[in-house]
């Protein structure tokens, strides 16, 4: 089998590469290049994860090509990102790389040729009738399927997760039983320009600043002033400014650039349970097609191991979402995850309304 494999200079990627040689296999290895070196604040610098992708490639005699992507990533991931900031919403920037470049510009430009792809993403394939379904990772804790969440079932249909079925510390045993120079590389923090530059910073590049008024929630009291809607989301708890907390943030006026805070744990303002998604994606097929009726479901609203209990139906807005506890901090554009009841299958994403 003819295998491209994305390597990120990282540990995960790099136990990949050392999995897919020990099965025999000749993998060719792709590193993709995202950072702009001509602009001093967005330059992401890639010089040591390419240096640590060349060390893996002559480890294993394998060819390694870097692919500059740049003006893909920022002509669609970073447009995204911030029309969504600019609109008061949450974007999930990590989602839409997945599904635009690592797997569709690249597989436009060069994965076409390769039978598979493998990546190191904790995800895994099944395929039940014929058909290839994501599927949670052995990991609970590294499981990146809902990162995943917005690719189609072809992009499905040609990936491989070699530590799917691994935990986090099986990969770096087998990273330092073999000698791998990632071994004790630190995970990455997000993609480039969120994980390497300051995310209020690149805000503030875009959209400047615009002073408003926080206000308290409950009582509509003056209480602090902000810099701009824009570098706050709802549930945030920290860089708000404000004495005497903790406070959350719980809306946003737009129009009127106001941001309302709450106060404490316990206040009911931060909690819900219920939301919509519009434009949901389906991944590989729609199990409630032609039906009104509920379904039970797990899903996720943000980055986390465990798996939330609820129903979904479908309405005239798109699809509804009712918990089975209560939730803190649903961010409007964010994405809604939706599993199985199982939690095995990931089914798809919308945009939280």
Not at 333 to 351: L, M, T
């Amino acid at each position: 089998m003819n295998i491209a494999t994305l390597l990120s200079g990282g540990v995960d990627s790099s136990v990949v590469v050392h999995l897919l040689k020990e099965a025999g296999y000749e993998p060719s290895l792709f590193y993709i290049k995202i950072g702009q070196d001509d602009d001093e604040l967005l330059h992401c610098t890639s010089e040591e994860d390419i240096e640590m992708a060349s060390l893996i490639a002559r480890k294993y005699g394998c060819k390694l090509e870097v692919v500059d992507l740049h003006k893909d990533y920022w002509d669609n991931v970073v447009a995204y990102t911030i029309e969504k900031v600019k609109l008061g919403l949450t974007p999930n920037p990590d989602v839409m790389c997945n599904k635009l470049i690592k797997f569709g510009v690249f597989e436009q430009k060069i994965g076409h040729e390769f039978d598979k792809t493998a990546t190191g993403h904790y995800a895994s394939t099944t395929i039940i009738d014929g058909k290839t379904y994501l599927s949670t990772a052995k990991d609970p804790l590294k499981d990146q399927t809902d990162f995943l969440a917005q690719i189609n079932s072809f992009q499905v249909s040609k990936l491989l997760f070699p530590i799917g079925n691994l935990m986090k510390s099986d990969v770096r045993k087998i990273a330092h039983e073999v000698g791998l120079p990632s071994a004790k590389r630190h995970d990455s923090q997000g993609i480039c320009f969120l994980g390497k530059v300051n995310y209020n910073d690149f805000i503030r590049r875009y959209l400047g600043e615009c002073e408003g008024p926080i206000v308290e929630f409950e009582t509509g009291r003056l209480i602090g002033w902000h810099k701009g809607y824009w570098f706050h989301t709802v549930g945030q708890r920290k860089g708000l400014g404000l004495s005497g907390g903790p406070w959350y943030v719980i809306k946003k006026d737009i129009e009127a650039n106001i941001i309302y805070a709450s106060k404490g744990f316990d206040v009911e303002t931060q909690y819900g349970k219920e939301f919509t998604m519009r434009d949901f994606h389906f991944i590989t097929d729609n199990p409630w097609i032609n039906s009104n009726n509920e379904f039970d479901i797990t899903f996720k609203i943000r980055h986390t191991p465990d798996f939330i209990k609820g129903s979904i139906r479908q309405t005239t807005d798109g699809y509804f979402l009712q918990s089975s506890q209560k939730l803190q901090g649903i961010a409007p554009g964010q994405f809604g995850v939706v599993y199985d009841a199982e939690s095995k299958i990931c089914i798809g994403s919308g945009e939280i309304k």
